[in-house]
């Protein structure tokens, strides 16, 4: 692989026209902002794949310091998996992952990609292959706080429930795991945020409806998608700790129906769900909502179109 970029995601880039952006910023090692940065987090989103190539996407908690980087290379993670939640087995040694640290407090946000190097008892160790920073956009500020978690395991659900359906709706936030297959120098795994006003997401039976709006230009995601359509959304309930964790095929829509894209949206994309899991109170935290990012308000008329219901 010649330069940050894989082949999907090169596809992806010419397909919404906006040519190979500036990548500066990727760099094969944590500069010292980020590593500092990992080690401020109660919580990091993470994400792998499995052999039958379904990803997975994760968050793990700990009290802040629980990630550590001993070296611009190296993440360690004094927390695994819970046993019982869908793919908690594959974040073992040898495999991709992606990780994400957001700060909701500050909108901050950088990722991470390489591959696991080591699982054990005392957590996860990580190889970084491609460190970057995301811009604060479609962020909502929350304050985090320690909460009550559950012990039970995930229940796999018949997507999709009304506790599900009504869950999406009222998310302003959720997490997209793809990878690229094959096996680019990264590992090609990721995860990413999406932000936008609640119902933002749009559910019409099994398929979500999800938009794309303008971000760094780089298509992580859709560059993944390109080459393999399976992906792992992670929806997280802030006031109760639930996770609502799926699996399914994506299709994007790269050109607009006739009267254009609602303001704001340069492209959709359309997930069929094909496995669903709940889990309840998951997470030992809580969030208190502050505000929505400013350029979160300005996509109101997506959620007020019929045209991706």
Not at 92 to 117: E, K, M, Q, S, V
Not at 246 to 268: M, N, S, Y
Not at 287 to 301: K, M
Request: proline share 8%.
């Amino acid at each position: 692989m010649e330069g940050p970029f894989h082949a999907g995601e090169l596809v992806a880039q010419a397909l919404a026209g906006v040519g190979t952006p500036w990548a500066g910023g990727i760099r094969p090692f944590m500069p010292d902002q980020h590593r500092d940065f990992f080690a401020l987090l109660p919580y990091l989103f993470i994400a792998t794949v499995g052999d039958d190539g379904w990803p997975v996407a994760t968050v793990l908690t700990g009290q802040p310091g629980f990630v550590q980087s001993p070296n611009p290379t190296t993440l360690t993670i004094a927390a695994l998996p819970r046993a019982g939640e869908p793919g908690a087995e594959l974040f073992a040694a040898g495999r991709p992952f992606g990780a994400l640290g957001l700060d909701f407090a500050t909108r901050r946000r950088n990722r991470a990609n390489g591959r696991i190097t080591a699982a054990g008892e005392g957590g996860l160790t990580l190889q970084v292959l491609q460190s970057f920073g995301n811009c604060p956009q479609y962020i909502q500020t929350r304050a985090v706080q320690a909460g009550p978690a559950a012990t039970r395991p995930a229940e796999a659900i018949a997507f999709p429930t009304p506790q599900a359906a009504a869950q999406i709706a009222r998310a302003d936030t959720m997490f997209v795991a793809s990878h690229a297959g094959g096996d680019n120098a990264n590992g090609g795994v990721d995860i990413s945020h999406r932000g936008g006003l609640p119902g933002f997401v749009k559910v019409d039976g099994e398929v979500l409806t999800v938009p794309d709006f303008r971000g760094n230009r780089f298509f992580n995601t859709l560059g993944n998608l390109v080459l393999d359509p399976r992906a792992a959304l992670l929806f997280v309930d802030f006031a109760t700790g639930d996770l609502l964790h799926l699996q399914g095929r994506a299709e994007i829509d790269w050109e607009a129906p006739a009267g254009g894209w609602p303001e704001g949206v340069q492209r959709q994309w359309r997930l069929t769900v094909e496995r669903a899991w709940r889990r309840p109170a998951a997470l030992p935290l809580r969030w208190t909502f502050g505000d929505y990012s400013p350029v979160t308000l300005a996509t109101a008329a997506w959620n007020a179109s019929a045209a991706a219901a």
